[in-house]
């Protein structure tokens, strides 16, 4: 069996289309199609990412035969196969563990809206999981757990989540990162509509040093409306609490029901109720 041979048979068992077998590789659709024709040959380094896609060695794809791969995989050759062991569970899903490249796969054969129901793939070099439950290096799906992760929930250190997202540097619906961008984001440094931080900045911001273009609350306080513990800038109204910690709390609010557009009003509520919680 050529190389090309064995590139087709792998690429057709994991169901990829040429396409996505190259974008994964970096190369065109057409170089694919010729190193499956036995028209070129691939060079080094993506003969090494080939062996390290389909969990095969180097030497299998470029000198042994196809029975001894087959043997290879099944254990069947009096148990000499180091690098690779495999098993099924009830719900007849595979997991391959790569051994000698400390990588761990596991993939359900069940699958929605045609990705499988939970893919985890980890390793030391970058792996990507694409699944409803993605767990891996870079994470794709409905929930995506990794060190990069894209999905409508997202648990990494830079992630981008539709409606959450939690990790150091990440960007969502409500993102909570030490840098965290969303429509309501806490962090040390948070920017977006509703913020909290050590550093927050959008149209409400509480924190240490808030910036809000409707209402700010915090140690210094920019805005419209701006609450300070030691400074306060407010274009519309400003207060800095007294020494005992008071401060007219209902000039506070009657200025928020006065000034704050009708479009914030869940927003202006949990200022309203920071102010609150902070004048007992």
């Known amino acids: 069996m050529t190389l090309g041979e064995k590139i087709y048979r792998m690429r057709s068992e994991k169901g990829m289309s040429q396409e996505t077998f190259g ?51 099944s254990g069947s050759d009096g148990g000499t196969e180091e690098n690779f062991s495999e098993s099924r569970n009830e719900y007849n899903s595979r997991v391959i563990i790569q051994k000698s490249l400390f990588r761990y796969e596991y993939k359900s054969e069940r699958t929605f809206l045609g990705l499988p129901l939970v893919h985890v793939n980890i390793g030391l070099r970058p792996v990507r999981a694409k699944g409803v439950i993605a767990i891996g290096n870079v994470a794709q799906g409905i929930i995506a ?37 969303g429509v309501i984001a806490g962090g040390a440094i948070s920017v977006g509509v509703f913020t909290a931080g050590a550093v927050a900045v959008g149209q409400f911001s509480f924190g240490a040093f808030a910036v809000g273009q409707q209402v700010a609350i915090g140690d210094v306080a920019h805005g419209n409306i701006a609450l300070g513990f030691s400074e306060a800038v407010g274009s519309i109204y400003e207060e800095v609490q007294a020494a005992d910690g008071s401060f007219d709390y209902q000039a506070m609010i009657n200025a928020i029901d006065a000034n704050v557009p009708g479009r914030f009003r869940i927003f202006a509520g949990w200022m309203k109720w920071i102010a609150g919680m902070m004048a007992r």
Not at 23 to 44: H, I, N
Not at 157 to 172: E, F, Y
């Open 23 to 73: 974008e994964m590789l970096g190369v065109s659709r057409q170089s694919v199609s010729k190193w499956e024709t036995d028209q070129s040959v691939p060079e080094l380094d993506k003969i090494v990412a080939i062996s390290e896609l389909f969990m095969v060695s180097t030497d299998y794809l470029l000198k042994e035969s196809a029975e001894r791969q087959e043997k290879l995989r």
């Open 145 to 181: 757990i990794g060190i990069a992760g894209v999905g409508v929930i997202a648990l990494a250190p830079v992630g981008v989540g539709l409606l959450l997202a939690i990790g150091v540097c990440v960007t969502g619906g409500v993102a909570l990162g030490s840098l965290a961008v």
